[in-house]
């Protein structure tokens, strides 16, 4: 069938919808179905009565209204989920619930998709935070870049950041654009002239202040827990420690020098911040980092005294230690690189990573205590009789940054292979020296350089035509470069030199609306606009070259194409972006660090950044374990398997795990972890640090994992308060809010979940009873801050409840049972879900057909979410605007 015959067919189908959609708009109800209201609703639905503010003799039926339209799907739905009429009233025949329900969807789809037919699913929309930082880093090849803080935060709708309705443009947020995008443009530039010659280097622990400077004792660092300490192998060196010796040999005896190192027995943190500051990174780009550390023994001190630390005192280590590794920009501006384990054996360990120019290399052995001033001398609470456990580094060797190619990617799609040369360092008029008052060699950036153009104009046009054909995600033509080339010969009018005039150029086209918004017009994607949809939806990202050639070759329509497109899309590296990206809305684990635990309830868990970490890479890992294995969609629910490491499975009292990397561990067949609403991050982003709620938790499952929206509150009631005196519990304070009828309409569906999980606290570890600050039993310990912590084992906790189907359960892993049931709803929810954030759509009511379609396609799979993936990209609704 030829192009035009096939628009031809879809202008009649558009047309007929249209005509369809003006007679339903224009009319009421059919009389079957006005008939049905009055018989069965008007009773409570009257002028008089209007349960729930609703009066059916008044609701005309004019869908073209939006605020009609939801009232009419409200009406739909609370017919066919069973809600109205009320149990309490006679049903009316199945045949006229059936009837009455098909008949008011099929007005209400055909009016909906006459409008889409017209205007299209999604609103036109700008790139998020997210995309436009990727756009950026994929476009000037800078995997490097940081800038998606730099924006505004963007709007949500239906919990997601994808959603045009929300993704405004003010003036604000163009300036914002406007500044980030020159300050991506100038990163990547070469720095000089010259290539850098490809060097390693290594820093030794004992050259670098911030490690050496600890160990003698100061006004903020009067414990030798607070101390680093001196240790060449496995002894210690007490004369180097109290500076009766040098503190390094140098490099008068290399043997020894390597031998040579400093240990902690306290993680980073004020006043002992350990970080390799000989070191920072000459500009941008990768490099290659190798640490080597290993783990010691530390003897005790006096008998009566065993718990502080003798720093003479060495011996081999016990176990391996956690060390995580984060990128500082002073100060304190700290970025995570990755981790290891320091074994009892000296080892090297190496990390791949990208470092942003300036930044400083931090070690910190997580496990390890942290010390804070408090009532009393703080005490290690990993200290025994016979000592406690310490980390020991001895090197950082440093090898980039490393350039696959010179100029740089980013620099040659800038300005080609024209000549450059260096700029003239700014003038110093005073020579600070070389380091700071902490011993940070002080940061000084390369001048950059300028570039050459004998032909000023013909280079500007020609560099431009190259840059925009990358930087559009389409075709281009003539006049789109030429409307670039003013703002060239305006900045060399005004001065400015070739290289800052290219620069506002190329910034102008980052900031165009062909670049930040997406290109999509009503009806049938064209092969550009679905590679964009398809790279923004797996990678968060525009399209790669291999895209963009199969929509250019008109082949990405194709169905075999199309799904090995996608395969290859979710199989490279970038798809963590669309894992990250995704579960950061749908879980809201961007929330993550927004509270801290309570210093006083939960000392037990205040400071611990290695939990945290951990609990927020199980999420995205138990992810990406579901969509690597297309595992069902009931893993949301309940799964056999976790993804832990050893502190994770000592926060859920589950068998040892070694190490500090996370990795599938098959769970006990008891157990009540298991699936996304048992995992740390997910109870702790749906608590505030010191009490949970089952009204949130509760509503965050209906609305994430069943996909039911809970109504807002009404404006007149106040939240409920947890008491944490201990008196009541939150179950007896809800059961008197139950008591009015407006509040227990709702209550009776949220509470029930959210009961089941208040055998969590807000760290999503295990309680049979809550905390309080009063009454109960006590409980003491030692925080990881090293002071002592108390507070009371208040009432027991009641995690039963009933649904409002009446099915009852005892405790979370009941509920879940419960939820399998329905396997189906939760995939549903799932598609629905992937469908907003791929499409930047909400669910329309006219989409509940084609996610039917999407779940019976991938039912054989048992709904694997791999599966429902394909199936959403091969949908309707992922085809058409």
């Not at 490393?402 to 700029?423: A, E, K, S």
């Not at 509270?595 to 992810?623: I, M, N, Q």
């Not at 791929?838 to 006219?846: D, M, N, Q, V």
Request: charged share 25%.
């Amino acid at each position: 069938m030829s192009i035009r015959n096939l628009n031809a067919i879809r202008s009649l189908v558009w047309f007929c919808l249209l005509f369809v959609a003006s007679s339903v708009i224009a009319g009421d109800l059919p009389r079957a179905s006005r008939r049905f209201i009055d018989t069965q609703c008007v009773e409570c639905h009257d002028a008089e009565t209007t349960k729930g503010g609703l009066d059916l003799t008044a609701l005309k039926f004019e869908p073209a209204n939006s605020t009609n339209f939801s009232k009419w799907v409200l009406v739909h739905d609370r017919v066919s989920n069973g809600e109205m009429p009320p149990k309490k009233k006679p049903r009316p025949p199945a045949t006229e619930l059936e009837t009455f329900t098909k008949t008011l969807a099929s007005s209400l789809t055909t009016v909906e998709r006459a409008r889409m037919a017209k205007e299209g699913r999604a609103t036109r929309r700008r790139l998020n935070r997210y995309e436009y930082e990727n756009a950026l880093r994929d476009l000037l090849h800078a995997p490097w870049l940081q800038i998606r803080d730099t924006l505004p935060e963007d709007g949500e709708m239906d919990r997601f950041n994808k959603v045009g309705d929300t993704l405004d443009v003010s003036h604000v947020q163009m300036a914002r654009y406007l500044g980030a995008a020159d300050y991506a443009l100038r990163q990547v530039m070469s720095p000089q002239a010259e290539r850098p010659a490809q060097k390693v280097q290594r820093y030794y622990a004992r050259e670098q202040h911030s490690f050496t400077g600890p160990m003698a004792f100061s006004v903020f660092n009067t414990a030798p827990e607070r101390a680093t300490f001196p240790v060449l192998g496995f002894e210690g060196q007490p004369d180097v420690r109290t500076g009766k010796a040098p503190v390094t040999v140098g490099s008068t005896n290399a043997e020894l020098r390597e031998l040579e190192g400093v240990g902690v027995v306290a993680s980073a943190y004020e006043p002992i911040e350990p970080e390799f500051n000989q070191f920072r990174a000459p500009a941008a780009g990768r490099y290659r980092l190798r640490f080597n550390a290993y783990s010691v023994w530390v003897g005790p001190g006096e008998s009566n005294k065993w718990y502080i630390p003798n720093l003479d005192n060495i011996s081999r280590g016990r176990r391996d230690e956690p060390v995580t590794i984060t990128a500082e920009t002073p100060p304190r501006l700290l970025r995570k690189l990755g981790d290891f384990d320091a074994t009892p054996e000296p080892s090297v360990h190496e990390l791949d990573v990208w470092l942003l120019a300036g930044e400083i290399i931090r070690p910190d052995a997580g496990r390890l205590f942290r010390s804070r001033p408090g009532a009393g001398r703080w005490q290690n609470p990993l200290a025994e009789k016979d000592g406690q456990p310490g980390v020991v580094f001895r090197w950082l060797e440093v090898e980039g940054p490393i350039y696959d190619q010179w100029p740089p990617t980013g620099h040659r799609l800038l300005f080609g292979d024209l000549p450059v040369t260096n700029r003239e360092a700014a003038k110093v008029v005073q020579n600070p020296g070389r380091t700071n008052r902490a011993g940070r060699v002080r940061f000084k950036p390369a001048p950059g350089v300028d570039v050459i153009s004998g032909k000023q104009m013909a280079d500007a046009e020609r560099l431009l035509k190259e840059f925009v054909r990358h930087a559009y995600r389409r075709p281009t033509d003539e006049a789109e470069v030429k409307r670039f080339l003013p703002v060239v010969q305006s900045a060399l009018k005004q001065g400015n030199s070739f290289t800052d005039a290219m620069i506002a150029s190329y910034t102008a086209v980052l900031c165009s609306p062909e670049f930040i918004y997406l290109q999509e017009k009503p009806g049938r994607l064209d092969d550009f606009a679905l590679a964009s949809r398809l790279a923004f939806f797996l990678w968060n990202s525009p399209p790669d070259d291999e895209l963009r050639r199969c929509a250019e070759k008109k082949e990405l329509h194709k169905p075999d194409v199309l799904r090995a497109q996608t395969e290859r899309l979710l199989a490279d590296p970038k798809s963590h972006r669309f894992v990250d990206a995704f579960l950061d809305y749908w879980l809201d684990l961007r929330k993550m660090v927004a509270t801290a635990p309570d210093a006083e309830l939960y000392s037990d868990y205040y400071l611990d950044d290695l939990l945290t970490e951990s609990a927020l890479e199980e999420t995205r890992l138990f992810f990406v374990e579901l969509l690597r294995g297309d595992l069902p969609a009931r893993n949301v629910v309940a799964s056999d398997f976790a993804m832990l490491n050893e502190r994770l499975a000592a926060h859920y009292g589950l068998p040892k795990v070694d190490g500090v990397v996370l990795q599938r561990q098959s769970l006990p067949k008891d157990s009540v972890r298991g699936g996304l609403m048992t995992q740390a991050a997910v109870l702790k982003v749906t608590a505030n640090g010191t009490t949970t709620s089952p009204v949130l938790r509760g509503a965050w499952i209906m609305e994430r994992i069943l996909g039911q929206k809970p109504q807002p509150p009404p404006p007149s009631v106040p939240a409920i308060e947890p008491d944490i005196r201990g008196a009541v519990t939150i179950r007896q304070q809800l059961e008197k809010h139950r008591t009015m009828e407006t509040c227990n309409t709702c209550h009776a569906k949220i509470d029930p979940a959210g009961f089941a999980l208040e055998n969590f606290d807000v760290m999503g570890g295990w309680r049979d009873r809550y905390r309080s600050e009063a009454g109960g039993e006590l409980a003491q310990g030692i925080a990881k801050s090293g002071q002592k912590f108390a507070f009371h084992y208040a009432l027991p906790v009641d995690a039963s409840g009933e649904l409002p189907d009446g099915q009852k359960f005892r405790d979370v892993r009941e509920l879940k049972q419960l939820l399998l049931a329905n396997e189906k709803q939760l995939a549903r929810n799932l598609a629905k879900q992937l469908t907003v954030y791929a499409t930047g759509a909400p669910i329309r009511f006219a989409d509940r057909e084609p996610i039917e379609q999407i779940l019976e396609r991938s039912s054989s799979s048992h709904y694997g979410v791999r599966s429902l993936i394909h199936e959403l990209v091969h949908s309707e609704l992922f085809l058409n605007k």
